[in-house]
């Protein structure tokens, strides 16, 4: 595919990546796979505590998300690989190397990174309760997997959370062509009363990940032209031309600023690796996480806050649609959804991935678990 100019692209209706019927998916009851990827990290020497967190976290990916987007068990293969040359540590012995009463900073060594922002959000909701907001940074990590599901924990806790993280390079300055700064993806999570889903923002810094490129690569889709480079400079809509270049930051320039300074609140103040350096060693990631938690009830009664959030909202949902048939969503809204409907459905997952898992579980030693989900019995007429 050529490089397509500005004008034509702009004439052309918008590319959306649903689970395309091209790249067919597999699915399975979510139970068996939550109770596979613990058996599977339990083998690489996990603790029972780390394989429940970790497990969890992959599992509410692969809810979440789009298999593309490589979240889910997916992520599997990259612990066995790491777990196995030292990258990552089982069971490491995560040190508090400074505190205050609003502030502390954890010492993964080494260690999850599922785990790593796990204490280190309980900890900033543990001092947020005391001393209304309180931010926790987390060095010598490694990759924690998505933000979002980090910042609710704290809104789970009925606290206003937001996480961050930086990761290896793939976004390049605005202006220039070699990768510098990583997706450094942010979540935000507000509670909401009533046992309603909570608002949850998780968004990585760029338009796309090159895992969703290489899923329309398969499925001989072309990409937005707003998603990546190719190492030339060009703007693109072919997923193999965009593969070696850098990733486009959400935003413009807005966007790469935006990685800029969660790298400084990341890497730069917690004493890890930043920019380029971050990933680039596969036995030294080096990641650093920053997890900030904030008590309502520091500013006002929850009540209160609880009435002028259901009004806001009330106004956001209300605004008149472009598209009749597609009405206004919340953040994490349709994330929410799609995980109550595959806990009934089943998890999807690209059946090359089943393949790897297979031989995965049989390199360890362990049974291959995953069960296959039955499609639901239609209700019967009468």
């Known amino acids: 595919m050529r490089s397509r100019t500005r004008e034509e692209v702009e004439q052309e209706p918008p590319i959306t990546y649903q689970l395309d019927e091209r790249v067919a998916v597999e699915r399975f009851r979510e139970p068996s796979v939550r109770g596979f990827a613990e058996d599977v990290l339990r083998a690489l020497g996990a603790s029972a505590e780390e394989a429940r967190i970790n497990a969890d976290g992959v599992v509410t990916a692969s809810l979440w998300w789009h298999p593309g987007q490589h979240q889910g068990l997916e992520k599997l293969f990259r612990y066995a690989r790491r777990m196995r040359n030292g990258g990552i540590v089982p069971d490491a012995r995560m040190t508090w190397v400074r505190e205050r009463p609003a502030a502390a900073l954890l010492d993964a060594n080494r260690g999850l990174g599922y785990v790593a922002a796990r204490r280190a959000m ?13 931010m926790v940074g987390v060095r010598h990590s490694n990759h924690f997997g998505i933000a979002g599901f980090h910042a609710k924990r704290a809104a789970d806790a009925g606290l206003i959370g937001i996480s961050m993280t930086n990761a ?9 062509t070699r990768p510098i700064l990583g997706t450094n993806p942010w979540g935000m999570a507000v509670p909401r009363a009533g046992g309603r889903d909570a608002i949850v923002l998780d968004m990585a810094l760029t338009q796309s990940g090159k895992g969703m490129m290489r899923w329309l690569r398969r499925a001989g889709l072309p990409m937005p032209d707003h998603w990546a480079l190719t190492p030339a400079g060009a703007r693109t809509t072919d997923p193999d031309a965009a593969m070696k270049g850098p990733l486009l930051p959400i935003g413009d320039y807005k966007g790469y600023g935006l990685s800029l300074i969660t790298d400084i609140l990341t890497g730069v103040l917690t004493g890890s690796l930043f920019g380029a350096q971050v990933f680039q060693d ?5 990641v650093a996480h920053t997890m900030i938690a904030i008590d309502i009830e520091a500013f006002m009664e929850r009540v209160e806050f609880e009435e002028r959030l259901e009004r806001l909202i009330a106004d956001v949902l209300g605004a008149p649609p ?51 989900a039955r499609e639901p019995t239609p209700p019967q007429a009468g």
């Open 322 to 372: 472009i598209d009749p048939d597609k009405p206004v969503q919340l953040p994490g809204q349709a994330e929410q959804e799609r995980a109550r409907h595959r806990l009934k459905s089943g998890v999807p997952m690209d059946p090359k991935t089943v393949v790897r898992l297979r031989a995965l579980a049989e390199d360890l030693g362990v049974p291959f678990s995953l069960e296959p």
């Open 122 to 134: 309980d900890r900033a909701v543990e001092m947020a309760r005391r001393v209304g907001v309180a």
């Open 168 to 176: 290896g390079a793939e976004m390049a300055p605005w202006g220039a």
């Open 282 to 286: 596969d036995e030294n990631y080096d």
